[in-house]
């Protein structure tokens, strides 16, 4: 795995963790399920974004407005 491909998988298990955190009951499963079909997974994975760079909490920023713009398929 290349530093870039870490980056990116260390984004998504940092918001996949932060989803737990602002809903208790979640677990590790459903939050995976929800980044992946989310937009912002989409972007985290798009180098020309450069969303894996972006501190977590910036990038669930905008995960959590998708969700809650009911955005997320």
Request: charged letters at 25%; proline letters at 1%.
């Amino acid at each position: 795995m290349n530093e870039i491909s870490e980056m990116k998988a260390d984004m998504v298990k940092n918001l996949a963790i932060l989803l737990m955190n602002q809903n208790k009951d979640m677990g590790m499963n459903e939050a995976l399920a929800i980044v992946f079909n989310s937009d912002t997974y989409q972007k985290v994975m798009d180098d020309k974004a450069g969303l894996y760079y972006q501190s977590p909490r910036y990038v669930f920023s905008f995960l959590d407005n998708e969700i809650r713009n009911g955005k997320i398929y």
